[in-house]
């Protein structure tokens, strides 16, 4: 397996320049990486209507993967990093143009004030850059319509995680979103060859 090296690693927080780059093109092929967007979008069960946000979209793939079940809907994106706006806007040129995708370059603390009634928000391995995820948790919270769904992926990057470790990480987060006034919390565990990894998910009742 390809070893990514630190300069590269480093960038994952926010992506910027040729590294940054670089980190976005192994985000966009690395088989792990592929299979937890996938993995978290097929536990969202989406339908061709629905109404999507993506927090910490990077390189765009899961933006593509939603573009193409959600037909007769809207998805919108979010990142702080310019290059995965770059990135992303390029990997779904397509659905931009035909307005099915809306992307923007901002953090998640300061969402487009336009955006909101999403009938289901996401992250993958996002979570883990917040510095107050309640909080983080109770403004998704308030662009979610009553009994929208939020799911939050976690998968550890660092060699030998093990099950235990993300069950803790599933913990904590389940606790932030109940703090966060979110109900119905389940958490969803697999993993692939690389690594377990979680998904827990939410619904906002009010
Ligand atoms: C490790 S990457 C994951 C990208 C993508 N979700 C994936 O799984 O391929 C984390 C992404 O989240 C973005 N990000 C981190 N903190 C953010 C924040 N506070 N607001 C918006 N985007 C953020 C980074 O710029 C980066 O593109």
């Given at each position: 397996?390809?070893k ?8 994952f927080?926010?992506?910027c ?11 966009a092929?690395?088989?792990s990486n ?8 097929e536990?969202?069960?989406l339908?061709?209507r ?5 927090v910490?979209f990077?390189p ?5 993967y939603a573009?193409?079940?959600?037909t007769?809907g809207?998805?919108?994106g ?7 706006l770059?990135q ?8 931009i ?10 953090p ?16 993958a391995?996002v ?7 309640v909080?983080?948790f109770?403004t ?6 009553a009994?929208?769904?939020l ?6 990057r660092?060699?030998?995680?093990t099950?235990?470790?993300v069950?803790n990480t599933?913990?904590t987060?389940?606790a932030?979103?109940?703090?966060a006034?979110?109900s ?8 692939t060859?690389?690594?377990?990894m979680?998904c ?6 009010s």
């Amino acid at each position: 397996m390809m070893k990514v090296p630190p300069r590269v690693v480093a960038q994952f927080r926010k992506p910027c320049g040729i590294f940054g780059h670089l980190a976005g093109l192994i985000m966009a092929t690395r088989p792990s990486n592929i299979a937890r967007n996938v993995w978290t979008l097929e536990l969202l069960d989406l339908s061709p209507r629905d109404h999507v946000l993506e927090v910490g979209f990077g390189p765009g793939i899961a933006i593509r993967y939603a573009a193409h079940h959600i037909t007769d809907g809207l998805i919108v994106g979010v990142d702080h990093s310019q290059a995965m706006l770059r990135q992303a806007s390029q990997r779904n040129a397509a659905a931009i143009e035909s307005g099915r995708v809306r992307l923007y370059c901002q953090p998640v603390h300061n969402l487009p004030a336009c955006e909101s009634g999403f009938d289901k928000i996401f992250s993958a391995n996002v979570v883990q850059f917040w510095d107050d995820p309640v909080r983080v948790f109770k403004t998704l919270r308030s662009r979610l319509a009553a009994g929208g769904v939020l799911a939050t992926t976690y998968m550890p990057r660092h060699a030998g995680a093990t099950l235990g470790d993300v069950r803790n990480t599933a913990a904590t987060i389940s606790a932030q979103l109940q703090a966060a006034g979110l109900s119905r919390i389940r958490v969803e565990e697999t993993r692939t060859q690389r690594s377990p990894m979680v998904c827990v998910l939410a619904v906002n009742r009010s």
